[in-house]
């Protein structure tokens, strides 16, 4: 069973910044890509930032461009969110996300949340 651990997350005011963190808690081989989702109650989760193996392809939801900087440590299976300028529209669970090939598909694998608040 993978286990994603993240840390981070907590209460932020407009404006400021915050660093997620995503590691497994056992030594494996390495993800083919690591992520961060994010989901508002009510609401479906949706991506925030994807990032490959080898870090060249990166995506971001078009609603954090420029603000956030997804990176990883290839060697370790970490994963970091760097997030700027938040608004209270970033309010969220975060979730840590990591794929891998399996068995001929996709294995997808989930962090537990990290809540992110963004209020004065």
């Known amino acids: 069973q993978v286990r994603l651990v993240e840390s981070g997350g907590g209460l932020v005011q407009p404006g400021g910044s915050q660093r997620l963190s995503c590691a497994t808690s056992?030594?494996?081989?390495?993800?083919?890509?690591m992520g961060w989702y994010r989901q508002v109650s009510g609401k479906e989760r949706e991506l925030v930032a994807e990032?490959?193996?080898?870090?060249?392809?990166?995506i971001y939801a078009d609603s954090v461009k420029g603000r956030f900087t997804i990176s990883r440590d290839i060697t370790q299976n970490l994963v970091y969110l760097e997030m700027n300028n938040l608004k209270p529209d970033d309010t969220a669970v975060y979730y840590c996300?990591?794929?891998?090939?399996?068995?001929?598909?996709?294995?997808?694998?989930w962090g537990q949340g990290t809540q992110v608040t963004v209020s004065s």
């Open positions: 056992e030594m494996r081989p390495l993800f083919n890509t």
């Open positions: 996300i990591a794929r891998e090939p399996l068995d001929g598909s996709w294995g997808t694998y």
């Open positions: 990032i490959s193996g080898s870090g060249v392809r990166i």
